[in-house]
């Protein structure tokens, strides 16, 4: 099974964006996470900020939005999927990866009952997402050089007309450089550079 290595949106900033339905407030609270712990902070940034809020529902996809192995989803308190998962349905509708959505709730006093209550939080996220500055993420990897101190010129000067940088250089007998690139551009650069050099220089992906 191939993995998708094409470019996804991610958040460029936080957002909150505030709702309100029937004299209860919703505000939805958006974040940049790349992996759960990020989530897990996040999450808990929020209950400090509204600490006497009702309810804190959250939902996030911490990698590629078509990702079905990095998201989850909680109700905190809501009746069971009313919250959390049409926030989800939300999230993942986006196509923007790498973002926690957290719904604060002030209840208004006017029970909204479980459709109601699904229409809240799912337009809560869908409003703030319309706001949400995004970027485009290409995804990259590393890949490691040895090479001759004359071969370097030559190298970097490839690698920039491939979209890649070096992000360490190690000089000793020979030069070690470990480099970053877009995953689609890896093995026409590879294949480049093993030309270029005759087959003496040979990059290797990290493991």
């Not at 999230?91 to 009952?113: D, H, M, P, W």
């Not at 070690?176 to 087959?199: D, Y």
Request: proline share 5%.
């Amino acid at each position: 099974m191939s993995v998708n290595t094409s470019p996804y949106l991610i958040p460029v900033n936080n957002l909150e964006f505030e709702t309100i339905v029937n004299r209860s407030r919703f505000i939805c609270s958006l974040k940049h996470c790349s992996d759960n712990a990020q989530v897990k902070s996040f999450i808990e940034q929020i209950r400090q900020q509204y600490p006497d809020a009702s309810h804190h529902c959250y939902a996030f996809v911490s990698a590629r939005p078509e990702d079905s192995q990095n998201y989850g989803f909680s109700d905190d308190g809501e009746p069971s999927g009313t919250a959390g998962r049409p926030m989800l349905a939300v999230l993942q509708g986006s196509n923007i990866g790498e973002v926690c959505a957290v719904v604060t709730r002030y209840f208004g006093g006017v029970k909204l009952g479980t459709g109601g209550l699904q229409r809240a939080y799912g337009n809560s996220v869908r409003q703030a997402l319309l706001e949400l500055p995004t970027t485009l993420k290409i995804p990259t990897e590393q890949v490691f050089i040895t090479c001759d101190y004359q071969q370097v010129k030559d190298i970097e000067h490839t690698l920039l007309g491939f979209d890649g940088v070096v992000i360490n250089q190690y000089y000793a007998i020979d030069v070690n450089l470990e480099v970053e690139l877009p995953i689609p551009n890896i093995a026409k650069f590879c294949q480049r550079i093993t030309e270029l050099t005759s087959g003496r220089v040979v990059p290797t992906k990290k493991n």
